[in-house]
């Protein structure tokens, strides 16, 4: 493998994560870290695999959806399901959640093949609207089924019923799925994103990569030279589902009792990882994590502030919106900022290396 500029960034990227994970440890391990804080590692680390999914879609692709939150419900829940299933069969912790692991993630990519097959037919507005209603729809159908077994079989509806026997209420309707084994980790959930971000990495440098990106760029054109838009933009979709599954699996084992609920799962929910892809840049993938770290973390660390903490969130949002996207901010950072400084002083060392 070539050793090139985008290997280095990308490298960079993972490090960055690796050198959080050391901090993070250490400081765990010394009694430096609050219980508020470790609370909210694993969380912090689903939403940044949930962005890196979404900027697949909405950076590398072009397109916008407003339905990830959908995808996370499916992954969540599917595995879950199978977790609460399978508690007490004696089958060892690692193993049921890899396992939990592949069906939430095999589930999400099912529904975002089957979702992207109507739903990428649109563009801009259209598909964001269907795919925000394909979001609700997931939340309010699981909020509203009531699935359990018993030594009649298994049963399912739309209005609570009452077990014969000896029996298990696996989805209580608006109640969930309880019982949940809690077997995600802050370390699970950092290798979860280390592997996201190189799967990610690996499609956006690859062919298919610079495929879909094409697509983004001018479908036109990109379908005049031979390049299957539809193929690429169903594989970009499904992945960035199955990714948003992934990062539901993390979500539902990082808790007892999952609920479909808006707080959890509902179009706020959506639109608040496509705030971290914007704020973090739209197509980057490193901006992407970052954003999702200090977006998530900064309004918890502000509850002391009551009433002034949204105030002061909001102001933080407009100020890294301004640096990232405004014209002159972008000139200043390439002018004055810090790969402009190293840039530079690379030059002079070549300037000088040619004299001697």
């Known amino acids: 493998m070539k050793f090139t500029k985008q290997t280095k960034h990308d490298l960079i990227t993972c490090g960055i994560v690796a050198a959080f994970y050391i901090l993070v440890t250490i400081l765990s391990a010394t009694g430096h870290l609050s219980n508020h804080f470790r609370g909210l590692l694993v969380p912090l680390c689903y939403y940044a695999i949930a962005a ?25 829940f599917s595995s879950s399901l199978f977790s609460v299933a399978v508690k007490n069969s004696g089958l060892p912790s690692p193993l049921r959640f890899l396992i939990a692991l592949v069906i939430g993630t095999l589930m999400a990519a099912l529904f975002g093949f089957l979702i992207g097959i109507p739903v990428l037919r ?38 609570s019923f009452q077990l014969q026997g000896e029996g298990k209420m696996l989805i209580n309707g608006a109640m ?26 690996n499609i956006v440098n690859s062919r298919t990569g610079r495929a879909i990106m094409a697509i983004r760029d001018n479908r036109i054109a990109a379908e005049s030279v031979g390049i299957n838009v539809t193929s690429y933009k169903m594989l970009a979709f499904t ?23 808006s707080t959890y799962f509902g179009y706020n929910v959506s639109i608040m990882i496509l705030v971290y892809v914007v704020l973090g840049g ?44 405004a014209p002159g901010a972008i000139a200043f950072r390439e002018r004055y900022g810090i790969m402009a400084f190293l840039r530079r002083r690379n030059e002079n060392r070549g300037k000088e290396g040619q004299r001697s």
């Open 52 to 76: 890196v999914s979404l900027n697949l879609v909405v950076g590398i692709l072009g397109d916008l959806s407003l339905g990830h939150a959908g995808f996370m419900c499916i992954g969540a």
């Open 122 to 159: 649109l563009n801009g507005d259209y598909l964001a609207i269907v795919t925000l209603a394909f979001g609700e729809i997931i939340k309010n159908f699981l909020s509203a089924v009531y699935l359990g077994y018993d030594e009649a079989g298994i049963h399912a509806s739309f209005k």
């Open 176 to 201: 969930g799925i309880q019982g949940t084994p809690m077997d995600s980790s802050f370390t699970v959930a950092v290798l979860l994103l280390l592997i996201t971000l190189a799967v990610v990495m």
């Open 239 to 261: 992945v960035s589902a199955a990714i948003a599954g992934c990062a539901g699996v993390l979500f539902s084992h990082n808790t007892t009792t999952l609920t479909a609920s």
């Open 282 to 325: 739209i197509g980057s993938i490193r901006g992407s994590v970052i954003a999702a770290a200090v977006l998530y973390v900064l309004p918890e660390m502000l509850r002391g502030l009551s009433t002034y903490r949204m105030l002061i969130y909001s102001i933080v949002l407009i100020v890294m919106m301004l640096i990232n996207w």
